[in-house]
Nanobody
């Protein structure tokens, strides 16, 4: 099991950048795929980005491709989400999630076993 704590959210203006971090505790982080998901009020949770446990493969939602970058530092048990050119429609609670060790990459929330509490990102126009 992996415990996850996100940070870095805040209130920014459209066009600004923000960097989210997710620190994991537990023995399996370095062998778990990591994902970022977001949920806006009144909307379903949606996939944002994912990174393979080795860091060699990444997936992105079409809505963030070219603007967001996911990365990880297994020595620091941390996964990052760099968000550039933010838009008001990026406003949501962002959560990181971990798969079981040595799992296949997935964009589906059902494929993730452990979740953080989330951090709020608000983008004003």
């Amino acid at each position: 099991q992996v415990q996850l704590v996100e940070s870095g959210g805040g209130l920014v203006q459209a066009g600004d950048s923000l960097s989210l971090s997710c620190v994991a505790s537990g023995r399996t982080f370095s062998s778990s795929n990591m994902g970022w998901f977001r949920q806006a009020p009144g909307k379903e949770r949606e996939f944002v980005a994912a990174i393979f446990w080795t860091g060699k493969i990444t997936y992105y939602a079409d809505s963030v491709k070219g603007r967001f970058t996911i990365s990880r530092d297994n020595t620091a048990n941390t996964v990052y989400l760099q968000m550039n050119s933010l838009k008001p429609e990026d406003t949501a609670t962002y959560s990181c999630a971990a798969t079981n060790p040595f799992s296949s990459m997935t964009r589906s929330a059902s494929g993730y076993n452990d979740w953080g509490q989330g951090t709020q990102v608000t983008v004003s126009s």
